[in-house]
């Protein structure tokens, strides 16, 4: 079992520009969600895919977006980008059906600069 | 709304002492909770969660916390730490049911001293 991959490991864009990041869940899961740490602080949740629907999201403009496809796997997009979105980018993914609590495991991140 | 206080954000330690990292959190309502370690360039493994049940939860690498409701708290403790234990620490909390997100603290670097 692979685990949570993500690519590109890291990734240098310029100010304006627009992004994407990819994610594979683990085996059998089907919850995707994204999460930005950016540095010295902890995770902060963007959004949760789900059934190809992003059914969560947390505190972040419209230049955060995703998608889900029908094998589970997920990308984050970031348009526009600010020199405040360099952090480090986490996939986890789920099982959501089942047991009343499901664990997240995440994935290595993708280290995101922004010049 | 849910939010997470981690107080220290650095404990340094001596090799073979004990640890305590703290965790306050706040909710209005039921919640999960959890510690996650993250070591350098990789993501997050989970330490142990409380879901219910005995309010003291053991996790992986001789980790234990405890949870207590009137205080909010949930800290984490190990009674003898090693050199391999320094990385970061995280105190996070979700809604009560599944696939919920999580919400975590600001983290609190464990560095373990020769």
């Known amino acids: 079992d692979a685990g949570v991959t993500q690519s590109p490991t890291h990734l240098i864009k310029t100010r304006g520009q627009q992004v994407t990041l990819r994610c594979s869940p683990k085996s059998g899961h089907d919850t995707v969600s994204w999460y930005q740490q950016a540095l010295g602080q902890g995770p902060q949740f963007i959004f949760q895919y789900y059934e190809e629907e992003e059914r969560q999201r947390g505190n972040f403009p419209d230049r955060f977006s995703g998608h889900q496809f029908p094998n589970y796997s997920s990308e984050l997009n970031v348009n526009a980008l600010l020199l405040g979105d360099s952090a480090l980018y986490l996939c986890?993914?789920?099982?959501?059906?089942?047991?009343?609590?499901?664990?997240?495991?995440f994935g290595p991140g993708t280290r995101l600069t922004v010049l | 709304a849910q939010s997470v206080t981690q107080l220290d954000s650095q404990v340094p330690v001596f090799e073979e002492a004990p640890v305590e990292l703290r965790c306050n959190y706040s909710s209005s309502v039921s919640v999960y909770l959890f510690w996650y370690v993250q070591y350098p360039n990789q993501g997050l493994q989970l330490l142990l969660k409380y879901l219910s049940g005995s309010t003291l939860v053991k996790g992986i690498n001789g980790f234990e916390a405890e949870f207590n409701k009137s205080q909010t708290s949930f800290h984490l403790r190990k009674p003898s730490v090693h050199i391999s234990d320094t990385a970061e620490y995280f105190c996070?909390?979700?809604?009560?049911?599944?696939?919920?997100?999580?919400?975590f603290g600001s983290g609190t670097q464990l560095t373990v001293l020769p």
């Open positions: 996070a909390v979700s809604g009560s049911g599944s696939a919920r997100q999580l919400t």
């Open positions: 986890a993914s789920s099982l959501a059906l089942g047991s009343t609590y499901n664990e997240q495991f």
